[in-house]
Structures are given as C-alpha cells and as structure tokens.
C-alpha cells in the first residue's frame, strides 16, 4: 500500500513539474530546470518513504498480541472438547493475532499456514495445531497471572490503550 501511494505521489509530483516547467516563464523569470524538479520530487517522494517506515514503530504488534492473544489462548476448552463451531467463530481472531508477526518473514507465514490448517482440521489434528500454535514463547505472559500493584503498566494496559491496569 506505501508503494502504490508514494508511486501516485511521485506521478503528480512529476506532472506538476512538467507543468510548471511549461508556464513557469509566464508567471516567473527564472523557472525550474528539469534537474532541479525532478530533485525536488525525488527528496519528496524520499521524505514521504521515511514517514511510512516509522508506521510500524507505533505498538501495533503489542497491541495487536494483547487484545487477540488472550482470546486464542482461552479457546483451550473448545479446542479440547472439540468444538469447532466456537474454534470457526474465532477465525478473525487468529488473523488479526497473525498480524503480530507481519514483520518477522520466517514466523508470519508459519503462523498463517498453521492458523488455516486449524480452521480445517479435523478434531484430532486441531489439538495439535492449536497446541503448535501457542507454543510460542510470547504467549507466555499471559499464561502465568502475576500480581501487580495498582499502577502497574502492563502488556494489557498498553493493548488496551490505558496507562493504568486496574482490575
């Protein structure tokens, strides 16, 4: 999507130039060169690929793993009693969960391909799938329930958009 985006950009940027290079003599004296247009868009285009970079700077793997993490986690019982209504239901859950690890190549398709192959299994293989699934180590914050004082910021906090955890 910030391809197609900064692509579209650079193209008006480039019109705009061809533009302005074709009037500038009847609004100004000087006018841009081809050279110096073509510079301005590229350290536009350039300023404007920097920004894009920074977007996955802003917690969206941490919130994205404290508001669906739990909710994987707690299909446990569905998982054992081998009911796949409630397992299907959650299917956006795991895609959304997925998206933790949009940024780690290697861990992002093994997730993806395991959640599909769960929301296709049968009930045997579920329990495996599942359980390869959350083995991952992250989700070993919220399996252990530590007691916290009250002003304690937790993964669930940040996730939640609170500073505060409280119960």
């Not at 074709?22 to 073509?38: D, H, I, N, T």
């Not at 793997?61 to 669906?68: E, G, Q």
């Not at 998982?79 to 209504?85: A, I, N, Q, R, T």
């Amino acid at each position: 999507m910030a391809r197609s985006s900064l692509l579209s950009v650079a193209l008006v940027l480039f019109a705009g130039c061809a533009l302005l290079q074709r009037w500038a003599p009847a609004f100004s004296s000087p006018g841009l060169s081809r050279r110096e247009a073509l510079q301005a868009g590229v350290a536009t285009v350039a300023a404007g690929a920097s920004q894009a970079a920074w977007a996955d700077a802003q917690g969206e793997p941490v919130t994205c793993l404290a508001r669906y993490g739990p909710q994987v986690l707690g299909l446990k019982d569905a998982v054992e009693k081998g009911d796949m209504e409630k397992i299907l239901k959650k299917e956006p859950k795991f895609k959304a969960l997925n998206s933790y690890w949009r940024n780690q190549p290697g861990y992002f398709e093994q997730k993806v391909a395991l959640s599909e192959k769960l929301m296709e299994a049968a009930d045997d293989e579920v329990k495996k799938l599942y359980a390869e699934y959350v083995a991952d180590p992250v989700f070993e914050a919220f399996r252990v329930p530590v007691k916290r004082s009250k002003d304690t910021v937790t993964i669930y906090a940040y996730g939640a958009g609170k500073s505060v955890y409280d119960k």
